[in-house]
């Protein structure tokens, strides 16, 4: 099956260091990849998603690139800010029987601290 | 556009109680939706999948007796915990999937979710 691995937190930065954030995948198929974020008391947002090999997702000043070969979809963001603290969640999405499907990494929360 | 409008936010009930949880598209119709449970500091965990209109499909180890899931119309999905006990407090989160009548882009977009406690 599925699944979604990537590094256990909490990670804590000091504002305007370089975040890597890894994750790994397991996948029968060709999923498209995708990284979520959580601030504190809201839902899941959708940061940024790529959807075949060698695709880089960005936005907010956050980039992962598509990885096939090494089935890996790394988080990066070079310098970050105290508003970045949150929690991160890497997934995949596939089809099952009743459409699509996304499976979610265990998260990692990134403290950033003035 | 694609907002996503989950309620309650909080619910506490006596053990035993029945708890319905509503999921609402209100800007997009949503063909399908997705229930999650999210434990503390863990991940997501797919309960079910729904489609408009059709019987939920459940992922193993999920009680469909016990969570019950009706998608009843394109911008309304319930989920019902029935008989709820301590174990099942949790965070609950909804997603839907359809496309935007502006662009029509397909979208996923998720609810701010809905913790469950129960005494």
């Known amino acids: 099956g599925n699944s979604v691995t990537q590094m256990e937190g909490p990670v804590t930065l000091s504002e305007e260091a370089f975040l890597t954030i890894n994750c790994t995948y397991t996948?029968?198929?060709?999923?498209?990849l995708f990284w979520y974020v959580q601030y504190p008391g809201e839902g899941l947002q959708l940061l940024l998603k790529?959807?075949?090999?060698?695709d880089k997702g960005s936005n907010k000043g956050f980039e992962a690139t598509y990885r096939k070969e090494t089935t890996s979809f790394h988080l990066e963001k070079g310098s970050v800010q105290v508003s970045d603290s949150a929690v991160y969640f890497c997934?995949?999405?596939?089809?099952?029987?009743?459409?699509?499907?996304?499976?979610f990494g265990g998260g990692t929360r990134l403290m950033v601290k003035p | 556009g694609a907002v996503v409008s989950q309620h309650p936010s909080w619910v506490i009930c006596k053990s035993g109680t029945s708890v319905k949880i509503e999921c609402r598209s209100l800007?997009?119709?949503?063909?399908?939706m997705f229930w999650y449970r999210q434990f503390p500091k863990q991940s997501l965990m797919l309960m079910a999948t729904?489609?408009?209109?059709?019987?939920?499909?459940?992922e193993q180890g999920v009680e469909k007796d016990k969570f019950l899931i009706n998608h009843a119309s394109l911008t309304l999905s319930t989920l019902t915990v029935t008989s709820a006990h301590p174990e099942d407090s949790s965070f609950y989160i909804c997603?839907?999937?359809?496309?935007?009548?502006?662009?029509?882009?397909?979208?996923?977009?998720f609810g701010a979710g809905s913790r469950l406690t129960v005494l």
């Open positions: 790529a959807t075949k090999a060698d």
């Open positions: 996948a029968t198929g060709y999923p498209s």
């Open positions: 997934a995949l999405s596939d089809r099952n029987n009743a459409g699509n499907m996304l499976t």
């Open positions: 997603s839907a999937m359809g496309r935007t009548a502006i662009s029509g882009a397909n979208v996923l977009t």
């Open positions: 800007d997009f119709q949503a063909t399908t």
């Open positions: 729904s489609n408009e209109g059709s019987k939920a499909t459940y």
